[in-house]
């Protein structure tokens, strides 16, 4: 199954200059764990909570004179919407990252793809599986 198909395509984005505090607020608003910094719809960085726990408030900085591009991961690992379950797991195992924006061929965002997304795809298909053993199983 293609990425694009398992992908969320509303994605919570930013500009490089949205400042620390806007970014938690748009994270807590849009119940997200990451921001996809982008110029002109080309993803140029991540700020997740973690970057904003550890590069802002662990560091003591005013976050109010912290921007996105001051935070932001920039080795951003991308998978395009043609790439199946099993790239997108082993790039994220890869690059130890638990996020994965997705996009086109133009280097344009089109979406977004999580652990999270990935293991409840698992637990649905291993409850699809279960629901066939258990049809088939003999009585006790």
């Keep these: ?3 694009e198909d398992l992908a969320r395509t509303e994605v ?5 200059e949205t400042s620390a505090p806007e970014l938690a607020q748009q994270m807590r608003d ?5 921001v996809v910094v982008t110029n002109d719809n080309s993803p140029t960085g991540i700020v997740t909570d973690r970057d904003l726990t ?3 408030l662990a560091e003591e900085t005013a976050p109010a004179d912290q921007t996105a591009d001051d935070v932001m991961s920039t080795d ?5 919407p ?3 379950f099993y790239e997108a797991a082993q790039a994220m195992s890869e690059n130890g990252v638990r996020r994965l924006p997705v996009c086109d061929e133009n280097d344009e965002l089109v979406g977004i793809i999580t652990a999270d ?5 698992l637990a649905d298909e291993n409850q699809q599986l279960a629901s066939v053993i258990q049809a088939q199983r003999p009585e006790y």
């Design 1 to 3: 199954m293609p990425i």
């Design 12 to 16: 919570v984005s930013a500009s490089p």
């Design 30 to 34: 849009e119940n997200v764990g990451s």
């Design 117 to 121: 997304d990935l293991t409840e795809l």
């Design 76 to 80: 951003l690992c991308t998978v395009g």
């Design 54 to 56: 550890t590069r802002v």
């Design 82 to 84: 043609d790439a199946g």
